[in-house]
């Protein structure tokens, strides 16, 4: 079975994700929202459609002071959705607020991004275990939902019991993590160079090969035009020497100019008078 392509030919993409920003109504709340109304607006946004990224609102200062203190669950909550898993979900509930079955699904689906993150082709297996789901059909469901929510594109390989991701939505990252996204960044910059080098030393053997291949055909080509000059000169030379043979075989005998006494010249004689 060929594997089951569910990539969208709408126009939004994952590259709406720099020009629609619909994260920026709540932050704009957020400025004005204090202890209780910013909790409210956690709440909110954890089941805002669209909304998957949090990091701008957790740098909010009415936000952050909501770490300590009576509402500091809702704060861990957003936090969790921002850089954690659903599987850190399930391994410490009390921690959390307990989410909706909306909620679930959200960060299930931000599960699936993390995932496809370290690997591009995510076998059923483990995004069964990652995802506390029970049979596979469930899985496919929820992968394709993910598909058209734009939170990854790829396809589901059915016969291989795998999902393969092209490309996958970029989750919030931690400040501690900025060095390992500069080593990242740095390999690929090598690696980058390493196949340009790789380029220029093809295009230079290969120019070699070109200017190597001009200069035999020249060659070529300027024996072909020797061979047929000399072929030339050496017919010409041929039908020159053939010519003036035949023109001394059969050329008329001029006539002497000594004129012949008629035999009976003598007989006649003139008469003195």
Same mark, same amino acid.
């Given at each position: 079975m060929?594997?089951?392509? $569910?990539?969208? %030919?709408?126009?939004?993409?994952?590259?709406?994700?720099?020009?629609n920003h619909p994260l920026e109504q709540f932050v704009l709340l957020a400025k004005g929202a204090k202890g209780f109304a910013c909790a409210e607006l956690i709440k909110q946004v954890?089941?805002?459609?669209?909304?998957? $990224?949090?990091?701008?609102?957790?740098?909010?200062? +009415?936000?952050?002071e909501l770490e300590t203190g009576p509402y500091a669950t809702h704060? @861990?909550?957003? +936090?969790?959705?921002?850089?954690?898993?659903? @599987?850190?979900?399930?391994? +410490? @509930?009390?921690?959390?607020?307990e989410?909706?079955?909306?909620?679930?699904?959200?960060?299930?689906h931000l599960t699936i991004a993390t995932l496809a993150t370290q690997e591009k082709c995510i076998p059923y297996s483990v995004l069964?275990?990652?995802?506390?789901?029970? +049979?596979?059909? %469930?899985?496919e469901d929820l992968i394709i939902e993910a598909i058209y929510a734009d939170i990854i594109h790829g396809k589901l390989d059915?016969?291989?019991?795998?999902?393969?991701? %092209?490309?996958?939505?970029?989750?919030?990252?931690?400040?501690?993590?900025?060095?390992?996204?500069?080593? $990242?960044?740095? %390999?690929?910059?090598n690696a980058c160079e390493a196949v340009l080098s790789s380029v220029d030393r093809h295009i230079q053997r290969a120019n070699?090969?070109?200017? @190597?291949?001009?200069?035999?055909?020249?060659?070529?080509?300027?024996e072909i035009s020797y061979i047929k000059k000399t072929l030339k000169t050496q017919a010409e030379n041929d039908e020159s020497g053939a010519g003036g043979g035949s023109e001394t075989h059969s050329a008329p005998k001029k006539a002497s100019g000594k004129s012949k006494t008629p035999r009976n010249a003598s007989k006649f004689w003139h008469k003195n008078t």
């Open positions: 060929n594997p089951m392509s $569910v990539d969208r %030919d709408e126009p939004s993409s994952l590259s709406s994700f720099s020009t954890l089941e805002a459609p669209g909304v998957h $990224v949090f990091g701008e609102l957790l740098e909010m200062p +009415n936000i952050k704060y @861990k909550t957003l +936090n969790l959705f921002a850089y954690g898993t659903y @599987k850190e979900y399930l391994e +410490n @509930k009390s921690e959390y607020l989410l909706t079955p909306v909620q679930c699904k959200k960060l299930q069964l275990k990652e995802l506390d789901i029970k +049979n596979v059909r %469930d899985l059915q016969e291989c019991k795998r999902v393969e991701v %092209d490309v996958a939505l970029g989750r919030d990252a931690r400040l501690e993590d900025a060095s390992g996204i500069a080593d $990242v960044l740095a %390999d690929w910059c070699h090969h070109k200017q @190597k291949a001009l200069r035999h055909q020249q060659g070529i080509e300027q």
